[in-house]
């Protein structure tokens, strides 16, 4: 959690001084919205209240938001959104596109939804991609750039790095050329 903190201070730009604590009720807010530890000795200006969100508006049009769990979201004026969670998932909508991207720290993959419904999923560990098409296509692409394509009506075909196409049918039978 202190790395993230440190790591929202550089984003932000915000004072080195504000401590963003680890729990709801683990903070003191001031009137100036600072978040400090309880245990410190701030003076009288200070009150105990639970830790919920502080908001910071720059004078570039950008707006951030640190809220008590520890989710990070930046606004920007051109309707991108950036939000950055504890768990090092990343979310970042492109409103102008309507293009949303999710990225899975633990699975290390990419989400990417499109206004036309089209969903691409990069998994970063085996360099492969998959497209998922509204109509039930699917098409994966691999390390090797081989190529496979599965049909809603369960036909598969597949590229192979050497250029050779392979078609199989439900009914098991396949055509190579």
């Known amino acids: 959690q202190k790395g993230f903190a440190r790591a929202a201070d550089a984003v932000t730009g915000l004072p ?3 401590h963003y604590g680890t729990s709801k009720t683990s903070a003191t807010r001031c009137e100036n919205t600072e978040i400090i530890p ?33 989710t990070y979201k930046e606004i920007h004026p051109n309707g991108q959104t950036i939000i950055r969670y504890t768990n090092g998932d990343i979310k970042t909508s492109h409103n102008d596109r309507k293009v949303e991207v999710y ?16 969903q691409m999923f990069e998994f ?18 691999s390390e090797d750039n081989s190529r ?27 055509q190579v050329k």
């Open 38 to 70: 309880n245990d410190c000795n701030a003076g009288g200006s200070c009150k105990r209240a639970p830790l919920s969100k502080t908001e910071h508006n720059f004078p570039d049009g950008r707006t951030t938001v640190l809220y008590g769990n520890g």
């Open 148 to 174: 496979r394509m599965v049909h809603a009506n369960g036909v598969i075909e597949r590229v192979l790095p050497d250029g050779v196409r392979v078609k199989q049918y439900p009914n098991n039978n396949a």
């Open 124 to 141: 970063h560990a085996k360099n492969q991609k998959e497209y998922h098409y509204p109509d039930g296509r699917k098409e994966i692409i």
């Open 16 to 18: 080195p001084n504000i």
């Open 103 to 118: 990225y899975y720290a633990n699975a290390n993959t990419t989400h990417t939804t499109y206004p036309d419904g089209k």
